[in-house]
């Protein structure tokens, strides 16, 4: 695979261009990100790619670090991938097919009617919906389908399971912003205009050593607030308690994440 990335740019221009709203969860924590979140499984992609005809263009909004991208490139001969974080777009997955933008999904740079397939992976919740949706409509192609996921916090065991909810919960409670509660609630209060569409069960797998959880525990955006305003790091703690269940800090565990999709198509104008 020429992984040469012909796609990826961004300019100050753009940079400036996105609108000052924007929340920048994500970018200090960017690499962390890249490195610990699990990934999704293929079958959903190519559950994805039967709910279109074409499969000429998909368009990835709030791409992060391109993940949801890359896979969508199996299915998709191009895959126009957004995220208003420069920082993600810098640390983006480069692939031929990808060509990476730095913009708010609200205001893409996209043709009228041109895109087959929409995918929002974890990021939907930050979006402003009229907009977004507004702008959906306008680059989908009639009969196009736009999907929309975020997933549950991480199954391991039951006492494991127990104290990462107890943190999720109590020790980051004040610190998750109102659109992670779109999250917590399985994005079950977000309006989605579209002809809904019934969707298959999905769960992400991954093997973690104790380290990786850590790892991805402390990618969560109320960590990041949690430190700013503390100066101390909430983890530290909370790494002690998993200690104590984990066994060998080298034993491997694995994690289950279900994800939590919503599918639908436009059915034109």
Same mark, same amino acid.
């Given at each position: 695979?020429?992984?040469? $990335?012909?796609?990826?740019?961004? =300019?100050?221009?753009? *940079? ?14 960017? $690499? ?19 709910? =279109? ?11 992060? $670090? &391109? ?13 126009? *991938? =957004? ?5 993600? %777009? ?7 097919? +990808? ?6 999904? /609200? ?35 009639? $009969?196009? @389908? %736009? ?6 916090? !991480?199954?391991?065991?039951?006492? %494991?399971?127990?104290? +990462? ?13 109102? /659109? ?9 209060? +977000? ?8 969707? !298959? ?13 850590? &790892? ?5 955006? @109320? ?34 994440? /279900? ?11």
């Amino acid at each position: 695979m020429n992984q040469k $990335n012909t796609g990826s740019c961004f =300019t100050k221009v753009q *940079a400036r261009f996105l609108m000052t709203d924007f929340k920048d969860n994500f970018s200090k924590q960017s $690499n962390t990100y890249l490195k610990y979140r699990p990934t999704y499984p293929g079958e959903l992609f190519e559950y994805l790619r039967s709910l =279109t005809e074409g499969h000429d263009v998909a368009w990835d909004c709030g791409t992060g $670090n &391109g993940q949801a991208a890359i896979s969508l490139t199996k299915y998709y001969k191009k895959v126009y *991938a =957004t995220d208003p974080s420069e920082q993600q %777009i810098r640390n983006a997955l480069p692939h031929r097919q +990808i060509v990476y933008k730095v913009e708010k999904a /609200e205001h893409s740079g996209l043709k009228d009617q041109s895109v087959d397939l929409i995918t929002v992976a974890q990021a939907i919740h930050w979006f402003n919906f009229d907009e977004f949706y507004t702008e959906a409509k306008r680059v989908l192609k009639d $009969n196009g @389908a %736009i999907a929309a996921w975020t997933y549950s916090l !991480p199954a391991i065991s039951d006492k %494991i399971d127990n104290i +990462i909810k107890d943190f999720h919960d109590q020790t980051l409670g004040e610190y998750w912003l109102y /659109e992670n509660s779109l999250v917590i609630k399985r994005y079950s209060t +977000i309006p989605f205009p579209f002809k809904k569409l019934s969707t !298959p069960a999905f769960l992400m797998h991954k093997e973690l050593s104790l380290n990786d959880l850590v &790892g991805f525990i402390s990618s969560w955006s @109320a960590v990041q607030r949690y430190k700013s305003k503390n100066g101390n790091n909430p983890v530290d703690k909370l790494e002690t308690k998993l200690a104590k269940l984990w066994g060998g800090r080298n034993e491997v565990k694995e994690a289950r994440w /279900e994800i939590i999709l919503k599918a639908g198509q436009n059915i034109g104008r």
